[in-house]
Nanobody
Framework: QVQLVESGGGSVQAGDSLRLSCTDS????????MGWFRQAPGKEREFVAG????????YYADSVKGRFTISRDNVKNTVYLQMNSLKPEDTAVYYC????????????WGQGTQVTVSS
């Protein structure tokens, strides 16, 4: 019932920008906290950014503050991650995830989209 699909990944040069999108097929998208995570080869999955159901209080990992912006459009059931000033260390598979109301963890995950940043 809940299906998250990411798009927008690709290969870019350092300093370039990308915007990732994640669309949910569910009808209760507007009730979810949404987040972005990433995982690089040989590293654990890490939190990147999150946004509450109403778009309030966006929050970010220290490594991306000032460069990435998370936003959402509840009419389109879509969450975005605008990534500016990309660095090679941003290279990873990026996943969107949803946390349902009253849940303590993100329970729903997309398939991931590859972001590669060359020097």
């Amino acid at each position: 019932q809940v299906q998250l699909v990411e798009s927008g990944g690709g290969s870019v040069q350092a300093g370039d920008s990308l915007r990732l999108s994640c669309t949910d097929s569910g009808r209760t998208f507007s009730t979810y906290t949404m987040g972005w995570f990433r995982q690089a080869p040989g590293k654990e999955r890490e939190f990147v950014a999150g946004i509450r159901w109403n778009g309030g209080n966006p929050y970010y990992a220290d490594s991306v503050k000032g460069r990435f912006t998370i936003s959402r459009d509840n009419v389109k059931n879509t969450v975005y991650l605008q990534m500016n000033s990309l660095k090679p260390e941003d290279t990873a598979v990026y996943y969107c995830a949803a946390r349902m109301p009253r849940a303590e963890k993100y329970d729903f995950w997309g398939q991931g989209t590859q972001v590669t940043v060359s020097s």
